[in-house]
């Protein structure tokens, strides 16, 4: 197995979940940039060295987590491809490939059906991944027609850097300091500005067309209408969305709730007397996406829309944790395969 960009916040959380997962028995490559290259990380109860990545690294790897950038998984997928291994790809480099699976495993796992080994996998953008998992089972009962998205990111989806910043502008606040802004350009702490991500001619910001486009292939589907407003809150870790649904056909707020509560990787946080919802402190560190605030939109006919808030922590679900579960699904495939030819 190889995680190319293992230095790095996704990175960290894949090995951290890959320690407890039966993939991990397996020896591990782990590969960052210039800056990292000669260190090591902690590998279940030992360390593991960090190395430069490379197309010359991947003989005899199976298995490849790209977690390193769009740029790095362009220049480098292929070559793991072609050394025979899966990739299962973090970036948004290969997720709009039409042969390119792109998939949630309690949304769309069937995709990985037809997936032949060795291929690209890639895994969904995090506020998609977040929002899909509390709004799939309702679009099942219901037909979604229509979502409206609003999301509140917290820092660590754009990796360490943000995060180190913020940490630094409560130190200089503290401090009494202006506040440092290398990396980010604004004061972040105590203010929340619109997505850090290249903004296209028609307003929308590339995270919120990403929401839009990967919601419509996750779902095979592109007859949705889907808008979203993507906004950076100064949160460490765990990502919040408002949710606005409209259905083809009435669903009730309590078959809502019955469907939230019996779905995979959901967990309902929804006391109204003790005005407690879904919070990204504690979303963070659980694999649960956490669903709340469900209620009737009083703005359209009965049981024709519904709101939602959720959280989720997007290192996890979003994506390492996502990734793995890809990973046990196509190498517990491969495994019954083989035996199933063996015994042929
Ligand atoms: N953060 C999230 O919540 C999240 C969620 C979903 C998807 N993603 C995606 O996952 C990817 C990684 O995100 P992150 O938040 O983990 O970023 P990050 O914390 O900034 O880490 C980046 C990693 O890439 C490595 N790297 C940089 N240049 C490299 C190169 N030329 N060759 C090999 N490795 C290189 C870095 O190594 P050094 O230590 O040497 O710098 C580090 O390990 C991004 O594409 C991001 O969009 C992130």
């Known amino acids: 197995m190889a995680i190319v960009?293992?230095?790095?916040?996704?990175?960290?959380?894949?090995?951290?979940i890959l320690s407890c997962s039966p993939l991990g028995r397996g020896p591990v490559r782990l590969f960052a940039g210039a800056r990292s290259a000669g260190t090591t990380l902690p590998w279940r109860g030992a360390t593991a060295p960090v190395m430069a990545a490379g197309p010359d690294v991947f003989r005899g790897v199976d298995l490849a987590f790209f977690c390193a950038g769009g740029e790095v998984s362009r220049e480098l997928a292929?070559?793991?491809?072609?050394?025979?291994?899966?990739?299962?790809?973090?970036?948004?480099?290969?997720?709009?490939?039409?042969?390119?699976?792109?998939?949630?495993?309690e949304v769309n796992g069937d995709a990985l059906d037809d997936f032949e080994s060795p291929g690209i996998i890639a895994n969904p953008n995090c506020s998609t991944i977040i929002a899909l998992m509390a709004v799939t089972p309702l679009h099942r009962a219901a037909g979604v027609t229509r979502m409206v998205v609003c999301t509140y990111q917290a820092a660590s989806g754009a990796g360490h850097a943000f995060v180190r910043e913020l940490q630094q502008q409560a130190e200089d606040h503290v401090a009494g300091r202006?506040?440092?802004?290398?990396?980010?350009?604004?004061?972040?702490?105590?203010?929340?500005?619109?997505?850090?991500?290249?903004?296209g001619p028609d307003g929308y910001n590339e995270e919120e067309r990403k929401l839009v486009r990967e919601t419509h292939k996750i779902w095979d589907d592109d007859t949705p209408r889907i808008t979203?407003?993507?906004?950076?809150?100064?949160?460490?870790?765990?990502?919040?969305?408002?949710?606005?649904?409209?259905?083809?056909?009435?669903?009730?707020?309590?078959?809502?709730?019955?469907?939230?509560?019996?779905?995979?990787?959901?967990?309902?946080?929804?006391?109204?007397?003790?005005?407690?919802?879904?919070?990204?402190?504690?979303?963070?560190?659980?694999?649960?996406?956490?669903?709340?605030?469900?209620?009737?939109?009083?703005?359209?006919?009965?049981?024709?829309?519904?709101?939602?808030?959720?959280?989720?922590?997007?290192?996890?679900?979003?994506?390492?944790?996502?990734?793995?579960?890809?990973?046990?699904?196509?190498?517990a495939t491969s495994a019954t395969e083989a035996s199933?030819?063996?015994?042929r």
Do not use: W
């Not at 916040?9 to 894949?14: K, N, Q, S, T």
């Not at 802004?181 to 991500?197: K, V």
């Open 5 to 16: 960009g293992a230095t790095g916040l996704v990175g960290r959380e894949l090995l951290a």
């Open 78 to 105: 292929d070559a793991a491809v072609a050394a025979g291994a899966v990739v299962i790809d973090n970036t948004s480099a290969f997720r709009m490939q039409p042969d390119v699976p792109l998939v949630v495993p």
């Open 178 to 199: 202006p506040y440092t802004q290398d990396i980010i350009g604004r004061p972040y702490l105590f203010n929340l500005f619109s997505h850090d991500s290249p903004i």
């Open 228 to 331: 979203a407003t993507c906004v950076r809150v100064p949160v460490l870790r765990a990502h919040s969305e408002a949710i606005n649904l409209t259905f083809n056909e009435p669903l009730s707020e309590a078959d809502a709730r019955e469907l939230l509560a019996a779905a995979p990787g959901i967990r309902v946080v929804d006391d109204r007397k003790a005005n407690r919802f879904p919070e990204p402190a504690e979303a963070t560190g659980l694999d649960e996406v956490l669903v709340g605030r469900i209620r009737a939109d009083i703005s359209q006919p009965m049981g024709m829309g519904l709101d939602l808030f959720v959280c989720g922590d997007q290192l996890r679900k979003g994506a390492a944790l996502n990734a793995v579960q890809i990973a046990e699904r196509i190498f």
């Open 340 to 343: 199933a030819s063996t015994a």
